[in-house]
């Protein structure tokens, strides 16, 4: 190896450093934001988090859905 080689590898793995702790420095802020605004603390509650919200969102629509069935029911929709 020459010692051209050895300072590109060298400058590679100082960039891939650099790369990595931008990286984990953008994931401990999303961790932090998510904590303060949901109280998740990690990636696993936040899994179990995003599937009750999906849950909820599904049993909303159902209500929604009842409801406009309800009132396209009683709505007469010829005199607007």
Known sequence: M??????RIKAKIVK???TTARAKGAK??????LEKDFGIHSIEDGKEQLVIIRN???KD???KDAVMEKLEKVTD????
């Open 2 to 7: 020459t010692s051209t080689e050895y300072e």
């Open 16 to 18: 891939s450093k650099e």
């Open 28 to 33: 401990d802020r999303i961790l932090e934001q």
């Open 56 to 58: 909820k969102i599904e």
């Open 61 to 63: 629509k159902g209500k």
């Open 77 to 80: 929709w010829d005199s607007i």
